[in-house]
């Protein structure tokens, strides 16, 4: 029997990624701060803590692991990392988890982790052209990062290569490009651009408007939760190290992405463009390195990830619509 723990396990990512270790065949526990809200884990063994309780660390890294992934953090989209109120709260709760998880891991002699870097960590002077934005792994340097949300995982993607070179662990970091699929984040303010869009379709009737931030013309790709989940176990069980991209090549604008969403759901929705927090004007994964390193890349296509996205999420809005209407 293997052993893994989940950090972060009542998330989206953490939630899928326990799935996905039950099925290979582990022991599994998971960490987080709350259970998942919408779906029953299937953990063997599930924590409800916090992590960044240094104590409480060292008790959940109770034996040595045979692979723990690290994906706790306070974290959100554009209306949460870019408006700039959360940025104190951002720093201090993801930079103390990681602190403490890879600290505890390292006095167990936990050989394995995997951290959770962000494509947010690319320089925002690459990423001014939508139409050709540059995220090779390379061109991290000479960092500067939009969001103080990036510049912590830049910091802790350097603690995790310090504790590597000093202390011979094999911390393997991968750079995600906004992820998205069922069971995601999808309304209260954290939630990314596809399940935004998914929301506002799927609560709209055909022939009206949803507001979409900026001009739509800004760029990005969108990785589906099972090409990351997939990418994410076959860096950990190689030997290559990273940081590298997970992410998707499919570059949309999002006005794009509101057509595509309008599509599966058969509807005919305007789009009404207003001020809001936009971040970097483009950005697109470079996975040259990925399929270089572990002969493999995401092959799924946006409209494939968000065919179930989509179902899934009109679900959740209809069944709080009905809800609402009994309570009243
Ligand atoms: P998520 O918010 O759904 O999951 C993160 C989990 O961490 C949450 O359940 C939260 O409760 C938990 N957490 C936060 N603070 C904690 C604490 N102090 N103690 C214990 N648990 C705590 O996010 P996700 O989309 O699943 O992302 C997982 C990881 O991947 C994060 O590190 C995120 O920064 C990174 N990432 C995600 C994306 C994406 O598009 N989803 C992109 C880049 C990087
Ligand atoms: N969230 C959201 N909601 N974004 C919208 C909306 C909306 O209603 N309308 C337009 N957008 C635009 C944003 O202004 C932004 O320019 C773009 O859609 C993408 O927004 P997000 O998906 O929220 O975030 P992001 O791509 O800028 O950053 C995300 O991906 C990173 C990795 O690539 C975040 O989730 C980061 O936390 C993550 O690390």
């Keep these: 029997m293997k052993f893994a723990l989940v950090c972060g396990a009542g ?14 065949g582990f022991w599994v526990r998971g960490v987080d701060l709350k259970f998942h809200e919408y779906s029953e884990t299937h953990a063997d063994d599930f924590v409800v803590g916090d992590l960044r309780d240094q ?53 167990r002699g936990v050989k394995k982790i995997f951290y959770s870097s962000s494509a947010c960590i690319y320089p925002a002077y690459n990423q001014e052209d939508p139409h050709n934005p540059k995220c090779s ?32 662990m094999q911390t393997h970091i991968a750079r995600y490009h906004n992820i998205f699929g069922p069971e995601g984040t999808w309304t209260g303010g954290r939630e990314k651009a596809p399940a935004a869009v998914c929301r506002k379709v799927a609560m ?22 099972d090409e990351c989940i997939e990418g994410t176990v076959r860096l950990l069980r190689s030997n290559f190290v990273g940081p590298v991209n997970i992410g998707s090549e499919e570059m949309v604008t999002i006005n794009q992405l509101v057509d595509q969403v309008a599509d ?16 970097v004007r483009g950005r697109n994964s470079d996975n040259r390195f990925i399929s270089e390193k572990l002969g493999w890349r995401p092959s799924r296509s946006l409209r494939a990830g968000l065919e179930p996205t989509y179902q899934w999420i009109a679900a959740q809005a209809a069944s709080i619509t009905i809800a609402t209407r009994r309570v009243a």
């Excluded at 991290?140 to 202390?167: H, I, Q, T, V």
């Excluded at 709209?204 to 939760?225: K, M, N, P």
């Excluded at 599966?264 to 971040?279: E, F, L």
Aim: glycine share 12%; aromatic share 12%.
């Design 55 to 107: 104590g409480f660390c060292r008790a959940i890294v109770d034996r040595r692991f045979d692979e723990v992934y690290q994906l706790a953090a306070d974290m959100g989209g554009a209306g949460y990392i870019f408006t700039g109120e959360h940025d104190a709260d951002v720093m201090h709760n993801s930079a103390t988890i990681n602190l403490n998880v890879l600290d505890a891991c390292h006095k």
């Design 11 to 24: 998330g989206f990512i953490g939630g899928h990624l326990v799935k996905r270790l039950k099925q290979d």
């Design 204 to 225: 709209a009737s055909s022939g009206e408007e949803i507001e979409v931030w900026g001009d739509g013309q800004q760029t990005r790709s969108f990785l589906y939760i």
């Design 137 to 168: 792994e390379d061109s991290a340097y000479p960092a500067a990062p939009d969001s103080e949300y990036g510049w912590e995982k830049l910091f802790s993607e350097r603690l995790y290569m310090a504790y590597r070179r000093n202390y011979g």
């Design 264 to 279: 599966i759901a058969g509807k005919r929705i305007g789009k009404k463009h207003v001020p809001g927090p936009q971040g």
